[in-house]
């Protein structure tokens, strides 16, 4: 049986079906509309000037991320003056090493994980001679994000869903793949090949599998519409909170949230001093 053809090209047969907008596509067409994406959520952080250097860090939340986000921003990268560098734990293709402090090696509640992950994103970028850093999150992963802190009673963590960009120690640190869902990221990476990376720790989610089995064979609508939500809750929470924490940025918070307390995050013990 023929392909299908790619519903946004007409031309090339498309390589995959994209669900969140029921269109066959092919891998030119996807390539260019996550490039957009990508894109798109450094707008307005100014990021992607003359001279500037953007350290991309790899997240357990998304094993294919790092390497995503850097091919398909480096033409952009390249044209605005701009310079990539790829900084991770050893066991990864990357221009910098960062190699983590191995008292932080383990398993975290996930909301646990984003607040960790920007804090190490701030640190290694600092290291490699960045002002900002990519984190590659994904939108599938944030709308996980805003169920674990409503049925884990987290509300403070809602933020976490909701914004994607954040200031950590003077570092912008943003979402690379915020509007992106994650299957979109995996297919992708299969179709082009592309190596996983992670750093040495895991995510645990206690509470979203009761909303994936609630929500199966309906597809990412109801992903998208979670994330809606978070943002509405968030919206109303960042109207009364004062402060942010000093050391992973988020907001509603003077010194420390409880996440940096517990892990012992404010001394800079992320990094490993070998
Ligand atoms: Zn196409
Ligand atoms: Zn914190």
């Known amino acids: 049986m023929a392909r299908p053809l790619c519903a946004s090209c007409g031309k090339r047969p498309a390589s995959y ?18 490039a957009r994406s990508i894109k798109r959520s450094l707008r307005g952080l100014g990021v992607l000037e003359r001279g500037s ?18 091919r398909l921003l480096e033409p952009s990268a390249k044209s605005a003056g701009a310079r990539l560098e790829t900084v991770a734990p050893s066991g990864c293709i990357a221009s910098t090493r960062a190699p983590v402090d191995e008292r932080l090696i383990g ?3 996930a909301l646990d994980v984003i607040r960790l992950e920007r804090v190490y994103a701030a640190e290694a970028a600092r290291l490699a001679g960045a002002s900002a850093a990519l984190l590659p999150v994904d939108a599938t992963t944030l709308s996980l994000l805003g169920v674990e ?13 909701a914004r994607t960009a954040f ?22 990476a299969a179709l082009r090949g ?14 979203s599998y009761v909303f994936k089995s609630v929500t199966r ?37 003077e010194g420390l949230c409880p996440t940096c307390s517990r892990l012992g995050l404010h001394s800079g013990r992320l990094l490993s001093r070998q």
């Open 17 to 34: 079906l994209r669900t969140a907008s029921g269109k066959p596509l092919c891998l030119y067409c996807l390539e260019r509309s996550l």
């Open 53 to 70: 250097t953007i350290a991309i860090l790899p997240s357990s939340l998304n094993p294919y991320g790092l390497q995503v986000t850097h």
């Open 107 to 109: 398993e975290y509640e």
């Open 149 to 161: 802190a409503l049925l884990g009673g987290r509300l403070d963590y809602i933020i976490d869903s």
């Open 167 to 188: 200031t950590v120690r003077g570092v912008k640190v943003a979402y690379s793949l915020s509007s992106v869902e994650a299957e979109a990221v995996a297919a992708y």
């Open 194 to 207: 592309l190596e996983p990376c992670t750093p040495p720790w895991r995510a645990r989610f206690s509470f």
């Open 217 to 253: 064979g309906r597809g990412p609508e109801l992903l998208y519409g979670g994330l809606a939500s978070a943002r509405q809750l968030s919206e109303a929470l960042l109207k009364r909170a004062t402060g942010s924490c000093l050391s992973c940025g988020a907001p509603g918070y």
